[in-house]
């Protein structure tokens, strides 16, 4: 079965723009969860989507957004980018929420 | 809200040795369930072992055990005979049972170094 696959791998953006990331999960999962990973911060929660409804979000401004689609591929967008949006941002799926979660490799964004 | 605390940024260990690594995680939830998950340099992160919080067994996945003590809320893992693929950050990492409000909530991670 094949893992959970995101795309872009790498991104490099410049302040003010936006850029949306695409998460695949692992087939027959259901649930998909966001995480932004920094040197400083750690890994934080974004948000969970769940029959293509956000179930629940971490604390992160508006400018971060996401939505579920029908065949549970998800996609989370970042506008008016700001150079510490600078991170990896993993997505997991887990079959429901509350759940094991498996982890994507990550999409590297670089905000110049 | 949840915590997990992992108080070792950095381990080393020879190989082919035991090294234990460990995690405190405070919450008022008596439903929940505790992960170890492993970053490689790859940066995938990679589920190494999981515990419900309502099984008194300590789960084990080959070379990989856990001790739950769930009254101290404490979740460390024990790596036997390590191997250089071992090599890794390790992060804890804490879910609420039902799918709680804030995903899952990850310690600050461990670096383990393996030694030839």
């Known amino acids: 079965k094949a893992g959970v696959t995101q795309t872009p791998r790498y991104l490099i953006k410049t302040r003010g723009q936006q850029v949306t990331l695409s998460c695949s999960p692992i087939?027959?999962?259901?649930?998909v969860s966001w995480y932004q990973q920094t040197p400083g911060q750690g890994l934080q929660f974004l948000f969970e989507y769940f029959s293509e409804t956000q179930r629940n979000k971490g604390n992160f401004p508006g400018r971060f957004s996401g939505r579920q689609f029908s065949n549970s591929r998800s996609e989370m967008n970042v506008s008016t980018l700001e150079l510490g949006d600078s991170a990896l941002y993993l997505c997991?799926?887990?079959?429901?929420?509350?759940?094991?979660?498996?982890f994507g490799p990550g999409t590297r964004l670089t905000v110049l | 809200a949840q915590t997990v605390t992992q108080s070792q940024p950095e381990m080393s260990v020879q190989e082919a040795e035991t090294v234990t690594l460990s995690c405190t995680y405070d919450?008022?939830?008596?439903?929940?369930?505790l992960f170890w998950y492993k970053q490689p340099p790859s940066r995938q992160m990679i589920l190494v072992i999981r515990?419900?919080?309502?099984?008194?067994q300590n789960a084990t996945e080959n070379r990989f055990s856990v001790n739950f003590q769930k009254a101290a809320k404490s979740f460390s893992l024990k790596i036997s005979d390590s191997q250089l693929g071992d090599a890794a950050m390790y992060f804890c990492?804490?879910?609420?049972?039902?799918?709680?409000?804030?995903?899952?909530?990850f310690g600050k991670g461990t670096h383990l170094i393996i030694q030839p």
């Open positions: 515990q419900e919080a309502y099984k008194q």
């Open positions: 997991a799926s887990s079959l429901f929420p509350g759940r094991e979660q498996y």
């Open positions: 919450t008022s939830e008596s439903d929940y369930y």
């Open positions: 990492a804490y879910l609420p049972g039902g799918g709680g409000a804030d995903g899952l909530t």
């Open positions: 087939s027959g999962h259901r649930s």
